[in-house]
């Protein structure tokens, strides 16, 4: 089988289903790539210009009342009685206090600040759910046949991020591991570069000594495992179930079993 006959297997997953099984045979090598000119991961469109949420005192985001101190994880006001979530701005990456809705558009931002942008140019807002999920299965495969390694994570975590919104708890959850995953591999976009394999040697696909955990990708993480309920073992075990997939089909340098200690390492740090 084609590497591209792998590819679109891989992508075939399907919004209403659980991700697509890890029995799919893996690639023998990497995907072959005919891009546009040399790119770096973008910052995406101008995330500065988004509005700053939150407050950065110990402040509730509801009521306004002073807090004893700044919380470090989600609490309730003691006065309001309502949930004050803490999370980081893309903007200038500031700990702040935010409602539940206000968390949800910093997510938000977070994805425009990792460049996510349908490869078609439509505006995807107008699309429905079902042709969203449609038009991110067939970016995916562009950018994989392109070398487009953060674009694809990009498109990855924009697929977490609708079926989390849909409250598919346990498929957002397996995809924002996933895009944890690809993280802590380094992906890079390296279309244009497969006519210069001088070049493939110095701007590998994936460089795992020059990683970025997501913030917010993180926050959701700990969400969704406090939600589901799960302890270490069973977070792990969610884990290896998404990762690996990826690690065999994209051949990926670092192993789920080399990233998982570096995540949880994360995880407990956004929890404490
Ligand atoms: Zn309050």
Redesign the pocket.
């Known amino acids: 089988m084609g590497v591209l006959d792998t590819l679109k297997r891989l992508f075939a997953e399907q919004r209403t289903q659980t991700p697509a099984s890890p029995a799919s045979p893996p690639a023998t090598d990497p995907v072959p790539s005919a891009g546009i000119g040399p790119t770096s991961m973008s910052p995406g469109p101008a995330v500065a210009e988004l509005p700053r949420i939150g407050v950065a005192e110990p402040v ?6 002073m ?1 004893e101190k700044m919380p470090g994880r989600k609490k309730k ?6 949930f ?1 979530y803490v999370r980081t701005r893309p903007q200038d990456r500031v700990r702040v206090l935010v409602t539940g809705s206000q968390a949800q558009e910093i997510e938000g931002q977070w994805d425009v600040h990792h460049g996510y942008q349908s490869l078609s140019k439509r505006d995807t807002r107008s699309l429905t759910p079902d042709e969203l999920w449609g038009q991110c299965n067939r970016d995916l495969l562009e950018h994989a046949k392109a070398g487009d390694w953060g674009l694809y994570r990009n498109t990855r975590l924009h697929m977490a991020n609708i079926v989390h919104r849909e409250g598919r708890l346990r498929q957002a959850l397996q995809t924002y591991l996933e895009v944890c995953y690809l993280d802590l591999n380094g992906p890079c976009n390296v279309g244009g570069l497969q006519e210069h394999p001088e070049l493939l040697e110095e701007y590998p696909p994936f460089r795992p000594d020059d990683v970025f955990l997501a913030p917010g990708v993180l926050a959701w993480v700990v969400e969704a495992t406090r939600a589901m309920k799960l302890d270490d073992a069973g977070l792990a075990s969610e884990f290896f179930e998404a990762a690996s997939h990826p690690h065999s089909a994209l051949s990926l340098p670092v192993s789920p079993q080399q990233a998982w200690p570096a995540l949880l390492t994360a995880l407990s740090e956004k929890q404490a």
Do not use: A, N, Y
Request: proline residues 14%.
């Open positions: 509730c985001p509801h009521c306004g009342s807090l006001c003691p006065d309001c009685g309502e004050i």
